[in-house]
Every structure is written in structure tokens, then in C-alpha cells.
């Protein structure tokens, strides 16, 4: 590619580095988001509601490179629409995966003005991820249990029958793995979060 502006391909935000070696990141994750609003959907973010998926929930990905094996993405899923600190906001939970592996899971929200994005995003949580991990091993053991090995592509994120379930307080929004429980949370000091309409 001759510049750095992503290729954007529905249902996924698809970003190829001009170096194979060169990672994405959760910053260009996020720029990725904005801008298919801003480039694609003309500055409307309800756009990201109506992109059409398969799955339970919206995918949004950026990639490093065509070959997963070499890659290293940043997978987000739709969960939610939310009222976030009286502003419609979007909930997503979002993931870097290196090699077909899940490394990190944040939550982030996101919350659009006329003239930018305002993003919260979680703070690390190795416990979280672990657990989460742990449950895809094991998973992929009951599978395959002749197998010593657990190939990398069993770690990936997110998985075909992942669900998560989501919790609004006041202060507070938590996401849970239902399957595995882990979790995670975003504080909001001031903030006041209701379903929208849908």
C-alpha cells in the first residue's frame, strides 16, 4: 500500500500495515473506528449498529497482515448501546491478538461529539485474561484431548459461542464472560447509563 489510511471492508475494519512486522495497536483500533464514521458513514456513529454479522455481536478488526500466523489484530465486539454519562455511548470489548492468540482484553467506551470521540478504556487485567484463557484451554482439551500441544489458533478471540453479559450502574459498567466468568469494568465518576432505545 502507498499510504497509511486504513481499508475499511464491512463487517470488519481491516488496517494492513505497509511492513509485515509493524503491530496494530489499541490507539489504531480506535482511530480505525472513527475513521469509518467520519470517512464511511458520514460522521453518523449509529452506523456501526447496522453493519450486518453473522455472529451475536458486530465485529470490528484491524490487521497487520493478510497471514494470522504473522499478525498481530485488534478484535472489538459491539455489545451494547448506552446511555454513557447522559450521551448516547457504544460498549465494546476489545482485544489484541498476536498470532491467533488472545494477549489482552480491555473494555472500552465510547461516546461521540460533534466534533470527536471520547473513549474510556479499562485498565489491564491479567487475572481476567488468564481465566479467560484458561477456559479456552480446557475447552480445547475436551476436544481434542490426544493432542499434547494447544495450537495457538485455540486462544483465539473472540470464540464461535462466546457471550457476554453486561451491567449498568451509576458509576460502573461490567462486562462478564458467561462462560468462563471473567470480567471486566469501567468506572464512570459522574456518569449515568441507561438503555437506549432500540
Given at each position: 500500500m502507498t499510504n497509511n489510511k486504513p481499508l475499511v471492508l464491512l463487517p470488519l475494519l481491516l488496517l494492513l500495515s505497509p511492513g509485515c512486522s509493524t503491530p496494530v495497536t489499541l490507539d489504531s483500533w480506535q482511530k480505525s473506528v472513527e475513521d469509518y464514521i467520519w470517512q464511511e458513514a458520514n460522521g453518523d456513529p449509529n452506523s456501526l449498529r447496522n453493519i450486518p454479522s453473522a455472529y451475536p455481536y458486530k465485529q470490528f478488526s484491524v490487521?497487520?497482515?493478510?497471514?494470522?500466523?504473522?499478525?498481530?489484530?485488534?478484535?472489538?465486539?459491539?455489545?451494547?448501546?448506552?446511555?454513557i454519562n447522559a450521551r448516547p455511548g457504544f460498549i465494546f470489548l476489545l482485544a489484541l491478538v498476536n498470532n491467533r492468540s488472545v494477549q489482552d482484553i480491555r473494555l472500552a467506551a465510547m461516546t461521540p461529539d460533534p466534533a470527536q470521540f471520547l473513549w474510556t478504556l479499562s485498565p489491564p487485567n491479567p487475572q481476567s485474561l488468564q481465566t479467560y484463557r484458561l477456559y479456552k484451554q480446557n475447552l480445547w482439551r475436551k476436544t481434542d484431548p490426544d493432542r499434547p500441544d494447544i495450537p495457538p489458533s485455540a486462544l483465539a478471540f473472540p470464540g464461535e459461542d462466546d457471550l457476554f453479559d453486561i451491567a449498568i450502574s451509576p458509576a460502573r459498567i461490567t462486562v462478564t464472560h458467561r462462560q468462563s466468568r471473567a470480567q471486566w469494568a469501567i468506572s464512570l465518576p459522574a456518569a449515568t447509563a441507561a438503555p437506549l432505545n432500540e
Open positions: 490487521f497487520s497482515h493478510k497471514n494470522p500466523n504473522e499478525s498481530t489484530d485488534a478484535v472489538g465486539l459491539l455489545l451494547a448501546h448506552r446511555q
